[in-house]
């Protein structure tokens, strides 16, 4: 059995930061010389971060970026490295739309590493053109295949999305005689998804007779945060090394490689003509210093998956992190209503940076609660952060008087309960510039698709924490979240009370919207499943309530395109995965 060792490396690049990113590669390069590994893998652009976006059209940042490149090379000294970034040919093309930086031609590309030589470099064939990721706008597909034989291992390299066609790349690489497909990623969190990838993975290993190693990034990078989770997974699809969710780590196995099995030598006679006759192959063997004596075998670390709701929450702790940080922020300030969104908002902002980095702020008015305010008060002793009370009651009272003239004997209605919500919007903001704190807001997905939400109010702020988690699992995320520790942190009153604005007297949620049980089951397969209303009656709903929640999401479009972008957790968030116009004519009813 030939052995190989192999290390994941799960970093966590910043977008534009490109001589911070290289320190990092630099890091872990070092790290795997230490367990002198053989081959050493990074994620999709990890020189850049990911997604660059339209730094891609700057010449000079492409230019950086192949800078950045030839500072790691030297580094890589008795080893093999693969590391994600630009790859820049710099022909021009007039006939291509997707020209990048200068009009040159881009790709998303591996670089491939050996013993401080570049050897070559890969290119992703299958771009990504889905969800957040608009590929084709930058990059253009690859055409060349590319082998490593590393110690009498023959690998093959690929690129994200490469994975997903099963007839494609990997089953070519395999045909060409890989025993190894190594991917390298930058799959960002939604709720389910690192399972589904796994499963992917283990398909194409068995179909393919291959081992697969998966290197994926770790991070938040503004409404996206990436879950690591990376794997080997043995020519059965059984997991061999598993790296932890949302953390950094070096992850190192030794993978044991066979002889090739019978059905692939088979399979191998088959195809080889028919699939891979005049396809464009990049082949190279790397000659590697002799393995130490001394080298004792390694036992691979195979972290156990976790659970759903611990894998939300720890994403919305990393990507409230991260946002904090790479944007240079101190602190962060929390409107508090003695609520449970605020109070959820309140514990992921105390856990992602701690307790005197958060600033509470309670804004009563003439109808705020007692219960409201006890409420609070438990919740900051508990989690022992600072506390501003400032009443809105006399700003209220005041524009009432100054717009009294102008509104005549007209009935009291949304316009004064969305007033309170725009001068707590203006104190928050006022706290934000005052002490630059990042003001953190607290609406939940299922408010922000039905426009139960004030614009330059409570929709104020520059990070949206819980924009992308339905009212429902709002409370299942506290509830999980108290039962971590000795004690809960949020109040039982705030769980158990009925949900309200309080903007007017015994106001509650209900009398505006369906019960949140019903609504958000109605907003998933609307929103994120994109069925249509005859289709979400036909399962069962009620055909008015049908009608009346895709009214109330279809007119809130202007609302949601003015909001603070928020941590993307569910498959098909309200950000770049849902790109509607605002002037809409059409309507499904």
């Given at each position: 059995?030939?052995?190989?060792?192999?290390?994941?490396?799960?970093?966590?690049?910043?977008?534009?930061?490109?001589?911070?990113?290289?320190?990092?590669?630099?890091?872990?390069?070092?790290?795997?010389?230490?367990?002198?590994?053989?081959?050493?893998?990074?994620?999709?652009?990890?020189?850049?971060?990911?997604?660059?976006?339209?730094?891609?059209?700057?010449?000079?940042?492409?230019?950086?970026?192949?800078?950045?490149?030839?500072?790691?090379?030297?580094?890589?000294?008795?080893?093999?490295?693969?590391?994600?970034?630009?790859?820049?040919?710099?022909?021009?093309?007039?006939?291509?739309?997707?020209?990048?930086?200068?009009?040159?031609?881009?790709?998303?590309?591996?670089?491939?590493?050996?013993?401080?030589?570049?050897?070559?470099?890969?290119?992703?064939?299958?771009?990504?053109?889905?969800?957040?990721?608009?590929?084709?706008?930058?990059?253009?597909?690859?055409?060349?295949?590319?082998?490593?034989?590393?110690?009498?291992?023959?690998?093959?390299?690929?690129?994200?999305?490469?994975?997903?066609?099963?007839?494609?790349?990997?089953?070519?690489?395999?045909?060409?005689?890989?025993?190894?497909?190594?991917?390298?990623?930058?799959?960002?969190?939604?709720?389910?998804?690192?399972?589904?990838?796994?499963?992917?993975?283990?398909?194409?290993?068995?179909?393919?007779?291959?081992?697969?190693?998966?290197?994926?990034?770790?991070?938040?990078?503004?409404?996206?945060?990436?879950?690591?989770?990376?794997?080997?997974?043995?020519?059965?699809?059984?997991?061999?090394?598993?790296?932890?969710?949302?953390?950094?780590?070096?992850?190192?196995?030794?993978?044991?490689?066979?002889?090739?099995?019978?059905?692939?030598?088979?399979?191998?006679?088959?195809?080889?003509?028919?699939?891979?006759?005049?396809?464009?192959?990049?082949?190279?063997?790397?000659?590697?210093?002799?393995?130490e004596k001394m080298r004792p075998p390694i036992?691979?670390?195979?972290?156990?998956?976790?659970?759903?709701?611990?894998?939300?929450?720890?994403?919305?702790?990393?990507?409230?992190?991260?946002?904090?940080?790479?944007?240079?922020?101190?602190?962060?300030?929390?409107?508090?209503?003695?609520?449970?969104?605020?109070?959820?908002?309140?514990?992921?902002?105390?856990?992602?940076?701690?307790?005197?980095?958060?600033?509470?702020?309670?804004?009563?008015?003439?109808?705020?609660?007692?219960?409201?305010?006890?409420?609070?008060?438990?919740?900051?002793?508990?989690?022992?952060?600072?506390?501003?009370?400032?009443?809105?009651?006399?700003?209220?009272?005041?524009?009432?008087?100054?717009?009294?003239?102008?509104?005549?004997?007209?009935q009291v209605d949304a316009t004064e309960e969305?007033?309170?919500?725009?001068?707590?919007?203006?104190?928050?903001?006022?706290?934000?510039?005052?002490?630059?704190?990042?003001?953190?807001?607290?609406?939940?997905?299922?408010?922000?698709?039905?426009?139960?939400?004030?614009?330059?109010?409570?929709?104020?702020?520059?990070?949206?924490?819980?924009?992308?988690?339905?009212?429902?699992?709002?409370?299942?995320?506290?509830?999980?979240?108290?039962?971590?520790?000795?004690?809960?942190?949020?109040?039982k009153r705030t769980l158990d009370r009925p949900?309200?604005?309080?903007?007017?007297?015994?106001?509650?949620?209900?009398?505006?919207?369906?019960?949140?049980?019903?609504?958000?089951?109605?907003?998933?397969?609307?929103?994120?499943?994109?069925?249509?209303?005859?289709?979400?009656?036909?399962?069962?709903?009620?055909?008015?309530?049908?009608?009346?929640?895709?009214?109330?999401?279809?007119?809130?479009?202007?609302?949601?395109?003015?909001?603070?972008?928020?941590?993307?957790?569910?498959?098909?968030?309200?950000?770049?995965?849902?790109?509607?116009?605002?002037?809409?004519?059409?309507?499904?009813?």
């Amino acid at each position: 059995m030939k052995i190989l060792r192999i290390a994941m490396a799960q970093m966590n690049p910043t977008v534009g930061d490109l001589n911070g990113n290289v320190r990092q590669i630099l890091s872990w390069v070092r790290e795997a010389r230490k367990a002198k590994v053989d081959l050493v893998t990074f994620p999709e652009l990890a020189i850049t971060g990911c997604p660059p976006e339209d730094l891609l059209l700057k010449p000079w940042f492409v230019s950086e970026n192949t800078r950045a490149l030839q500072e790691i090379i030297p580094a890589c000294h008795g080893l093999v490295a693969i590391v994600g970034y630009v790859g820049q040919d710099l022909k021009r093309n007039p006939r291509s739309s997707n020209s990048g930086a200068g009009g040159s031609v881009l790709y998303n590309a591996a670089a491939l590493i050996a013993d401080r030589r570049l050897l070559g470099n890969y290119h992703q064939r299958s771009l990504v053109n889905h969800g957040v990721f608009d590929d084709s706008r930058y990059f253009q597909p690859g055409q060349r295949l590319s082998l490593l034989r590393v110690r009498g291992v023959v690998i093959g390299v690929t690129l994200c999305e490469d994975l997903e066609c099963s007839k494609g790349v990997i089953r070519r690489l395999a045909a060409v005689g890989a025993e190894i497909i190594v991917n390298i990623s930058a799959s960002p969190f939604h709720r389910g998804k690192s399972r589904t990838r796994e499963q992917l993975l283990a398909a194409r290993a068995r179909e393919n007779g291959v081992i697969v190693t998966y290197t994926n990034m770790v991070g938040g990078q503004d409404e996206l945060v990436f879950d690591g989770n990376s794997v080997i997974l043995d020519s059965a699809g059984g997991v061999l090394a598993r790296g932890g969710a949302f953390q950094e780590e070096l992850v190192v196995a030794d993978v044991g490689v066979d002889a090739v099995p019978s059905g692939r030598r088979t399979q191998r006679r088959k195809t080889r003509v028919a699939e891979t006759i005049g396809a464009d192959l990049d082949r190279y063997s790397v000659k590697m210093p002799a393995i130490e004596k001394m080298r004792p075998p390694i036992g691979s670390t195979v972290t156990e998956p976790i659970e759903d709701l611990e894998e939300i929450y720890r994403a919305l702790v990393l990507a409230v992190k991260d946002y904090v940080r790479k944007n240079g922020f101190a602190r962060v300030a929390i409107g508090l209503s003695g609520g449970v969104d605020s109070a959820l908002t309140a514990v992921v902002a105390v856990d992602a940076l701690g307790a005197d980095r958060v600033r509470g702020v309670f804004l009563p008015s003439p109808y705020t609660s007692q219960e409201s305010e006890a409420d609070v008060s438990e919740l900051v002793g508990r989690l022992g952060i600072d506390l501003s009370v400032i009443s809105i009651t006399p700003t209220f009272e005041s524009y009432c008087r100054s717009l009294a003239p102008t509104f005549g004997d007209r009935q009291v209605d949304a316009t004064e309960e969305n007033l309170q919500a725009r001068i707590r919007g203006t104190l928050l903001m006022a706290v934000s510039n005052k002490f630059g704190d990042l003001v953190l807001t607290t609406g939940n997905k299922s408010e922000l698709s039905v426009g139960y939400a004030t614009l330059y109010g409570d929709m104020a702020g520059g990070f949206a924490v819980i924009k992308d988690v339905p009212k429902t699992m709002v409370y299942a995320l506290a509830r999980f979240r108290n039962g971590l520790g000795s004690s809960p942190v949020i109040p039982k009153r705030t769980l158990d009370r009925p949900p309200s604005a309080e903007l007017r007297p015994d106001q509650k949620d209900e009398d505006s919207l369906p019960p949140y049980s019903v609504l958000d089951l109605i907003l998933q397969a609307y929103v994120e499943e994109d069925r249509s209303p005859d289709e979400i009656i036909k399962s069962g709903f009620d055909r008015a309530t049908v009608d009346r929640v895709v009214t109330m999401v279809d007119r809130s479009e202007f609302k949601r395109h003015q909001a603070p972008i928020g941590v993307k957790i569910t498959p098909r968030a309200l950000g770049k995965d849902r790109r509607m116009p605002i002037t809409n004519g059409f309507r499904g009813l």
